[in-house]
């Protein structure tokens, strides 16, 4: 069974910095794409993907948090549990929403997130950004 829990959303003031964690545990598939990916949906917006990283360690960022975000992972020594990071740099009020984590083999693209059809997404942690 895949398990994905976030933690560390909360109220930050416009420029201040947040790291959110996501705790994947069973998630053992080792594909080329297999990866791990913070999403976000902000009011009235689509959902967004804001980074990715596979397995192997390549990366990837949307545009709007290109240069203020990073994404960063740790597992196990026998790899069940990983633990992957977002820090948060330079926030701005636009970064606004519930973040999700998910786990799987391909980039997720739909209006909504989470999505159960495509990998294995956590409940989402709420980030609001103020000025």
């Known amino acids: 069974v895949v398990q994905v829990v976030e933690s560390g959303g909360g109220s930050v003031e416009a420029g201040r910095s947040l790291t959110l964690s996501c705790l994947v545990s069973?998630?053992?598939?080792?594909?080329?794409?297999?990866?791990y990916a913070w999403y976000r949906q902000g009011p009235g917006a689509e959902c967004e993907i804001v980074a990715d990283?596979?397995?192997?360690?390549?990366?990837?960022?949307?545009?709007s948090v290109k240069g203020r975000f990073t994404i960063s992972q740790t597992s196990s020594q026998d790899s069940v549990k990983t633990t992957i990071y977002l820090e948060m740099n330079e926030m701005k009020n636009d970064d606004t929403g519930t973040y999700y984590c998910?786990?799987?083999?391909?980039?997720?693209?739909?209006?909504?997130?989470?999505?159960?059809?495509?990998?294995?997404w956590g409940t989402g942690t709420q980030v609001t950004v103020s000025s």
């Open positions: 069973g998630f053992t598939r080792d594909f080329y794409d297999s990866h």
């Open positions: 990283i596979t397995k192997s360690g390549r990366t990837y960022y949307g545009d």
């Open positions: 998910k786990a799987g083999d391909s980039q997720y693209v739909g209006e909504t997130c989470p999505n159960s059809d495509f990998g294995y």
